[in-house]
Nanobody
Framework: QVQVVESGGGLVQAGGSLTLSCTAS????????MAWFRQASGKEREVVSS???????YYAEFVEGRFTISRHNAKNTVYLEMNSLKPEDTAIYYC???????????????WGQGTQVTVSS
């Protein structure tokens, strides 16, 4: 049984930093593209960042230069380091695993339950 679990969300002031972690079990972690998505209240789910099996990275324009994605395959873990946070970053952040390079939620096979990130002004 595949299980994906996020952690690290919380409340932070604008301009602050937060690091999310995601650990996946029940799969060959190194074989999967990993991605972070977020969904704000009343909005569609959108990709934040993704990381390839080869360590290639993608960042959405709205986080470029502020967030850093990384993976530690030996720990079956992907991270999202978030800096210079803005109130508009407030959302539930989801970790996902998929078999191909994609920025679409429907392309991902396994999802975590989400972790809330709230940025105060």
């Amino acid at each position: 049984q595949v299980q994906v679990v996020e952690s690290g969300g919380g409340l932070v002031q604008a301009g602050g930093s937060l690091t999310l972690s995601c650990t996946a079990s029940g799969l060959n972690f190194g074989d999967y593209v990993m991605a972070w998505f977020r969904q704000a209240s009343g909005k569609e789910r959108e990709v934040v960042s993704s990381i390839a099996r080869s360590d290639g990275k993608y960042y959405a324009e709205f986080v470029e230069g502020r967030f850093t994605i990384s993976r530690h395959n030996a720990k079956n873990t992907v991270y999202l380091e978030m800096n210079s946070l803005k109130p508009e970053d407030t959302a539930i952040y989801y970790c996902a695993a998929g078999g191909q390079w994609s920025f679409r939620p429907e392309s991902y096979d396994y999802w975590g339950q989400g972790t809330q990130v709230t940025v105060s002004s």
